[in-house]
Nanobody, 120 residues
Framework: QVQLVESGGGSVQSGGSLRLSCTAS????MGWFRQAPGKEREGVAA???????SYADSVKGRFTISRDNAKNTLYLQMNSLKPEDTAMYYC??????????????????WGQGTQVTVSS
């Protein structure tokens, strides 16, 4: 059974930082998505097995995705956080290469989510 477990969420003031972690088996593509209340889930960042990355425009320059395949762990370093980053953040895994790494439909496995709240 595939399990993805996120951790590292919490509450922080605007301009602060958080690092999210996700433990999971190693997959070709792994990504972070987020969903704010009343909004659709959106892709935030994704990373291929060999380290190629993709980011949503809204987080470029502030968020960094990385993975440690030896530790089966995915990370999302979030800096310069803004109130609009407040959302439930989900880790996701895709079993094969994708040309659309920020699209939900490309991912088969999902974690339960970790809440990130940024106050102004």
């Amino acid at each position: 059974q595939v399990q993805l477990v996120e951790s590292g969420g919490g509450s922080v003031q605007s301009g602060g930082s958080l690092r999210l972690s996700c433990t999971a088996s190693v997959y070709t593509y792994m990504g972070w998505f987020r969903q704010a209340p009343g909004k659709e889930r959106e892709g935030v960042a994704a990373i291929g097995y060999y380290g190629s990355t993709s980011y949503a425009d809204s987080v470029k320059g502030r968020f960094t995705i990385s993975r440690d395949n030896a530790k089966n762990t995915l990370y999302l370093q979030m800096n310069s956080l803004k109130p609009e980053d407040t959302a439930m953040y989900y880790c996701a895994a895709a079993p094969r290469r994708t040309y659309y790494p920020l699209k939900m439909g490309e991912y088969h496995y999902w974690g339960q989510g970790t809440q990130v709240t940024v106050s102004s």
